[in-house]
């Protein structure tokens, strides 16, 4: 049996806060390993876009249209039921937790045994190339580090698509390019539809894909 090729569709969404509309009717769809970047300045409703992709959505917000994840309508599911991960700005990490702790709290339930946890988690540090920082306390990691052990967090939990709201803003010139190559490279190693949503060009440019301007999108709908 043909396996299922991976897409993240959005079909004519829209959200508005009060009487202003944000977003929408947007319609676009991200195939597997893709990276489509949604651009727009502070408030234009790129972070709530995600939230509603996630089922987050805060409740002045109010959202049509339909999130479709692999043949899956999104819309009908709760939150823990429709496997898409996120990764912020922030890492996010818990500070009362190891390093090891923090990742292995990403496992899905499915994944049993101590033996097979850790695993699991040695396997993620590895290709973080943090080998040995299991015990690590993630305050003594530097930025970049933390970085990347929220990203591998993420994809621990096996999401089916990956949503990334800024996560390359907190950091310098030379780690943001350096981590923004290691998200990048991780979802199209691993067939994830990415939906990317920023402000910043270079971040559109650097992942070839194709870019939404939110403003421009707006534009159109009112003409």
């Not at 899956?72 to 009362?96: K, M, S, T, Y």
């Not at 695993?119 to 299991?134: K, N, S």
């Not at 993630?138 to 709201?165: F, H, I, K, Y």
């Amino acid at each position: 049996m043909p396996s299922i090729q991976k897409t993240l569709c959005l079909d004519g969404v829209s959200l508005t806060l009060g009487l202003r509309r944000l977003i929408g009717p947007l319609t676009l769809k991200v195939g597997e390993g893709e990276i489509v970047t949604v651009m727009g300045p502070s408030g234009s409703g790129k972070s709530a876009l995600l939230n509603f992709i996630c089922g987050t959505l805060e409740s002045a917000f109010e959202a049509s249209g339909e999130v479709v994840l692999n043949g899956r309508r999104l819309n009908l599911l709760a939150v823990e039921q429709r496997r898409v991960g996120i990764l912020f700005q922030n890492d996010l990490l818990f500070p009362h937790m190891s390093v090891g702790e923090n990742l292995m709290f990403g496992l899905p339930a499915n994944v049993q045994g101590r033996h097979e946890r850790h695993l699991r988690v040695d396997q993620a540090l590895m290709e973080a190339g943090l080998e040995g920082f299991a015990a690590r306390n993630p305050a003594t990691l530097s930025g970049g580090q933390r970085a990347r052990v929220a990203l591998m967090r993420v994809l621990l939990s096996e999401p089916e698509a990956l949503l990334l709201d800024e996560p390359f803003g907190a950091l310098d010139t030379s780690l943001r390019a350096q981590f923004r190559s290691f998200v990048f490279d991780h979802a199209r190693q691993r067939g994830l539809p990415t939906l990317l949503v920023t402000h910043d060009h270079e971040d559109a440019a650097a992942s070839n894909g194709q870019v939404i301007d939110l403003l421009q999108n707006q534009s159109e709908t009112k003409a």
